[in-house]
């Protein structure tokens, strides 16, 4: 009989995966970290006992925190990931030509590491790209001390317990509005709003008050099950979350990547929110 994990981030409502093969279990500096196979999903990371990535359905989360902002923003030169450190996030962001440096700060070294060991088909040869700059270093304490602007800032954390939970307070996302260049982009990771409503609230009280537009956009990711999942949006350029689809078609075609999950009708779309959502927004 085959072994099955079953993750309790929700108080009410867990949900389980088959274990075929388990690649890695050990706790590393800062938490437990755990790779294993299943059929319908392939590998999965998860820490602490939290699904992180699935081999299936990365693409879907990491194409829409990365080439949704780029294309609206149209001309984005550098970007900070904050977290991330399974490299699905870089893979994503570096095929676009045009940008000339990533910083990705990470603050466990050994998610990088059992990521390019067991994780080569999500990060790719990302973390050799010469336009990256990799700090090993706790997210909140570089954005107190970065002295760099960037076009881009990318939250690809954890949800809001353990490590990553220094990563949802009003004075990080300040910190972050600061290092922005001016019509800059923050996009962060907010959860399954239906199960999670008090995570997406809380960024957009923090939001609100420091950014002319301040939302979130959906996008439907298996693996983090409950329904669409919310990425919070940032920016002091209004109207950046309205560019019009035929210039998201011209600046899409223009990048020449290719997208399984993204196509600009999915950007347009990904910003209409169904009633739930935005009573929560609101």
């Known amino acids: 009989m085959k072994k099955w994990v079953t993750e309790e981030l929700h108080a009410d409502f867990h949900t389980s995966f088959r274990v075929n093969k388990v690649l890695f279990d050990n706790k590393t500096e800062h938490q437990n970290l755990v790779i294993y ?31 949704l902002p780029v294309f ?15 490299g ?15 910083t990705m700060v990470e603050l466990d070294r050994t998610v990088i590491e059992l990521s390019k060991e067991h994780l080569p088909m999500v990060c ?9 700059d990799l700090v090993i270093k706790d997210g909140c304490f570089f954005m ?11 939250v690809d954390s954890t949800d809001p ?4 939970e220094v990563l949802f307070t009003g004075n990080f ?46 996008a439907t990711v298996p693996t983090y099950v409950g329904g669409p999942m919310a990425f919070g949006w940032g920016t002091d350029q209004a109207g950046l979350k309205d560019i019009p689809l035929d210039l998201l078609e011209s600046r899409y ?8 999950y993204y196509t600009p009708e999915v950007h347009k779309a990904a910003f209409a929110l169904p009633g739930y959502v935005q009573r929560l927004v609101a």
């Not at 609206?72 to 399974?86: F, P, R, T």
């Open 37 to 67: 196979e299943n059929d319908t999903y392939g590998r999965i990371m998860a820490l602490d006992g939290v699904t992180q990535i699935t081999e299936r359905d990365e693409f879907i989360y990491h194409e829409m925190l990365a080439h």
């Open 72 to 86: 609206a923003h149209g001309d984005v030169k550098k970007v900070l990931i904050v977290g991330g450190g399974d």
């Open 88 to 102: 699905g996030m870089l893979e994503e962001i570096l095929k676009h030509q045009d940008i000339e440096k990533v």
């Open 124 to 132: 790719g040869n990302a973390f050799d790209d010469p336009r990256l």
């Open 144 to 154: 107190k001390e970065c002295q760099e602007k960037y076009d881009l800032i990318i």
């Open 161 to 164: 317990i353990g490590p990553g």
């Open 173 to 218: 996302y300040i910190d972050c509005k600061t290092c922005l260049e001016a019509g800059g982009i923050l996009v962060t990771q907010n959860g399954v709003p239906f199960h999670q409503a008090d995570e997406l609230k809380s960024t957009l009280s923090f939001f609100k008050p420091i950014f002319a537009e301040a939302t979130c956009y959906m």
């Open 253 to 260: 075609a223009k990048a020449g990547i290719e997208t399984k």
